[in-house]
């Protein structure tokens, strides 16, 4: 099997410096790309499909719900990880219901190890 | 505790807990005992939701939670949450489970022992009062606009509903129709009956008129002025209202109020002017008013018991055309 | 004094945690689905504050405010205009209240409502930087031009002014979040940034 590659969508760079970091650390074989937005995610998983895509919630443009959802449309195998801090219910039956996982930000050593699980399960 | 702060604390009109590090009881005053309905009688040295367990999941031990974590201070308002401590006002409350409105204050507290206070505010009283001033604002609020004689709006209504409509007309582009309705010979009628009578018949000619009118459309009629009534139509043109307007003079017409006073018409009729306001015509407001006003002039040129239409493209009055 | 795109960037990131977990206390009130979105930090001189927050919207707004203390002192504020905060607490008391009917019951509201919101980027801050903070209570009050003026008057001060999106009951409403402090104040803030970001590995 080839080495899995993540892409992290952020609009934060401190928040992709941060998960990238944890990723080397816990991962040193995967593969990392970036991107800010949800279009850009979008474009990029055009060009280089991604096995799994860390997604925040919150930004400019479509949210990151939204570009999971693109994604999944053209792309059924990749995993992909909703990152938010906004962990109510109805959000949390939503993202289930599309078939994404979700993980609680704050970026923390933690946090990064569930998204990791939640790709080799 | 000090002697002189336990003595203050247990004198205060209010309800005040301390709590530890830990979330345990470390004092609770004199008015907060007095209005539970059941005193533990172990309690200091108890975590708080175990003394409250109804506080588990709720604001009030978030809020707590934050003030231990974070030093935080918060407030939790009646308007937002249901009584959750079990207080009461009285002990007749506690027989029906009627909890006292509480205004909860949970400071955070930089002291040896105590890291979290809660002070507890009987605002029953207060909530009460201010639903009393509601009903009664409104009760007064629709009084103002109200004819005390029919009951239907009265020119203060119909003057500020007359600009929120024309305002309404040119946001959505669409014609406002403007019905002033006369009794006709009514100064006749008084003289002949009496005002007392008089008052009688301009009730049953605003309940005839209601009949006569949709749904919608029975808030928009007011009483203009001692013997007019007036009816605003948004997003009805200019033969619609005409429609309405021959409606209208039918019924009153129909409901055979006797009318001794003048032998030419046994019963009571009325006369009606129509105007119609376009958006895309530049009108000013008052424009509505006075042609409708000019189209009810002629009505009664026109022997009355008639509707007439003011067409505001030809500046002219007239009957619409029949159709079909 | 400026932010660095990086610091600019973390405060950002704090400021999103602090809204996202405000959103979820806030829909826990409301039973309803709410969405908090903070984007950019920018820092401003307290004197343009009347031209970097907005124009005429927020010529009469509602404000909810609580000073806290610690490595560095601070006053919090949330600004909605008076039109949108009437949405909001009609939106949380479920009413449908006109300007001239809000009376302290609705006040009171719009501050529990502020509270949570301030309170949750406070704990965000001093969860994430690693600092103590003592918080007091929220003070709501209906403000005008004059009392940005006022805030003003204390030349050595500075903001950073966040704008804030609420989405509540599919109605968007656009708030300000300030947090006003002095020069030393602020000082001290980018300093602990700064040791947030050296602890997890970035300069």
């Not at chain 1, 895509?53 to 999971?68: K, Q, R």
């Not at chain 2, 005409?242 to 409901?255: D, P, T």
């Not at chain 3, 109605?171 to 947090?179: D, S, T």
Request: aromatic residues 6%; charged residues 25%; proline residues 4%.
């Amino acid at each position: 099997m080839s080495k899995p590659s993540l892409l992290i969508v952020d609009d934060s760079r401190m928040s992709r410096l941060m998960i990238s970091k944890f990723i080397s650390e816990l991962r040193p074989d995967w593969e990392i790309q970036e991107a800010a937005s949800g279009d850009e995610a979008v474009d990029k998983v055009d060009q280089e499909i991604p096995a799994l895509i860390s997604m925040d919630m919150n930004m400019p443009g479509i949210t990151g719900l939204e570009a999971a959802s693109l994604i999944q449309a053209k792309h059924p195998d990749i995993k992909i990880v909703i990152c938010t801090a906004n962990v109510q219910g109805a959000m949390r039956d939503s993202t289930a219901r599309a078939g994404f996982s979700f993980v609680e930000k704050p970026i923390t050593h933690d946090s990064v190890s569930r998204i990791i699980s939640f790709f080799e399960e | 505790m000090q002697a002189v702060e336990s003595f203050l604390l247990e004198s205060m009109q209010v309800g005040v807990l301390l709590l530890d590090a830990e979330r345990r009881l470390k004092f609770w005053n004199r008015w907060f005992r007095s209005h539970l309905a059941n005193v533990p009688e172990f309690a200091y040295g108890e975590y708080v939701e175990d003394i409250f367990p109804e506080i588990c999941n709720s604001r009030l031990y978030a809020a707590i939670d934050q003030a231990e974590k974070f030093n935080l201070s918060s407030m939790l308002t009646p308007g937002l949450n249901k009584p959750v401590l079990p207080l009461f006002q009285k002990p007749a409350d506690r027989k029906i489970n009627r909890r006292m409105q509480q205004l909860i204050h949970v400071i955070a507290l930089r002291h040896e022992h105590y890291k979290c206070m809660l002070q507890i505010q009987d605002v029953t009283a207060t909530i009460k009062r201010e639903q009393r001033l509601k009903v009664q604002s409104s009760q007064l609020l629709d009084a103002a606009n109200r004819d005390a004689l029919t009951g239907v709006g009265n020119r203060r209504r119909f003057d500020s509903a007359l600009q929120e409509l024309v305002y309404q007309s040119r946001q959505k582009n669409t014609p406002l129709s403007l019905l002033i309705i006369d009794v006709d010979h009514f100064k006749s009628y008084n003289d002949f009956y009496g005002h007392p009578k008089g008052d009688e018949c301009l009730k049953q000619i605003a309940q005839a008129l209601q009949l006569g009118l949709r749904q919608d459309s029975i808030d928009s009629l007011c009483r203009y002025g001692g013997e007019e009534f007036a009816i605003l139509l948004p997003d009805v043109d200019r033969e619609t209202a005409f429609n309405v307007a021959e409606r209208l003079r039918i019924q009153i017409e129909g409901s055979r109020l006797e009318n001794r006073a003048l032998a030419k018409s046994p019963y009571i009729t009325v006369s009606i002017g129509v105007s119609t306001l376009h958006p895309d015509s530049p009108q000013p407001v008052q424009a509505l008013v006075t042609t409708a006003d000019l189209a009810l002039y002629q009505a009664k040129e026109a022997g009355r018991n008639c509707c007439m239409s003011y067409d505001m493209q030809s500046a002219k009055t007239s009957y619409v055309p029949e159709h079909g | 004094m400026i932010l660095s795109d990086l610091q600019k960037d973390a405060l950002g990131e704090l400021f999103n945690i602090g809204v996202g977990r405000a959103a979820s206390s806030l829909s826990q009130i409301v039973r309803d689905e709410v969405s908090l979105s903070a984007p950019q930090v920018t820092l401003a001189k307290t004197e343009d504050l009347t031209s970097t927050l907005l124009g005429a919207e927020f010529s009469e707004f509602s404000m909810v405010s609580l000073d806290f203390s610690g490595p560095f002192d601070a006053k919090a504020m949330l600004l909605f205009p008076e039109r949108n905060a009437l949405t909001i607490i009609n939106s949380m008391l479920d009413a449908e209240l006109t300007p001239e009917e809000m009376s302290e019951f609705e006040q009171e509201a719009m501050c529990e409502v502020g509270n949570v919101i301030l309170n949750a980027c406070i704990s965000a801050l001093a969860d994430m930087l690693d600092i103590e903070f003592l918080g007091g209570l929220p003070e709501h009050h209906f403000g005008d031009h004059q009392t940005i003026a006022a805030m003003s008057a204390d030349q050595e001060s500075v903001v950073l002014l966040l704008q804030i999106d609420l989405l509540i009951s599919q109605k968007l409403i656009e708030g300000r979040f300030v947090f006003l402090l002095s020069i030393d104040s602020l000082q001290t803030l980018l300093e602990c940034v700064d040791g947030f970001l050296a602890s997890q590995g970035m300069v």
